[in-house]
């Protein structure tokens, strides 16, 4: 269910989505997701952080990322690199655990932190690009 994010990101008004998958199966899966809920703006991609080396700098207002820690941390050059000025960024899918260390990270490349939750073993932060 990795598209929702993106499905209820244009119900809720975004004019563009793109949703960025690993796993081939995954992007078919959500492909259909979006056809059924008659997305019109919703676009998913097979790739990695590298399928953003064909967007420009400042090019998403926001970006999701319910991603490990071992990826986020390995891409989040490339995902601040697209994000806008004022742009926020959701990390998600990290293990409390792991919430410390992703945060040091953003906070040394300059994002103000605005978010932090938890539940469970599972944690939740956002930030802005300043």
């Not at 700098?57 to 490990?68: E, G, K, M, S």
């Not at 820690?69 to 004022?86: C, F, G, Q, S, T």
């Amino acid at each position: 269910m990795r598209e929702l994010l993106g499905i209820v990101a244009e119900k809720f008004g975004a004019k563009k989505v793109t949703g960025i998958e690993i796993d081939d199966w995954v992007v078919d899966n959500a492909n259909d997701n979006v056809a059924i809920n008659h997305c019109e703006v919703t676009e998913m991609l097979l790739g990695t952080s590298e399928t953003l080396d064909g967007y420009t700098n400042d090019y998403f207002d926001v970006i999701l990322a319910n991603i490990h820690r071992e990826v986020i941390l390995n891409d989040l050059n490339a995902y601040l690199r697209v994000l806008k000025p004022n742009g926020l960024i959701i990390i998600s899918g990290l293990q409390t655990i792991d919430l410390q260390l992703v945060n040091s990270v953003c906070l040394e490349k300059s994002l103000e932190k605005i978010a932090e939750n938890t539940r469970n073993e599972w944690g939740v932060l956002g930030y802005l690009k300043k």
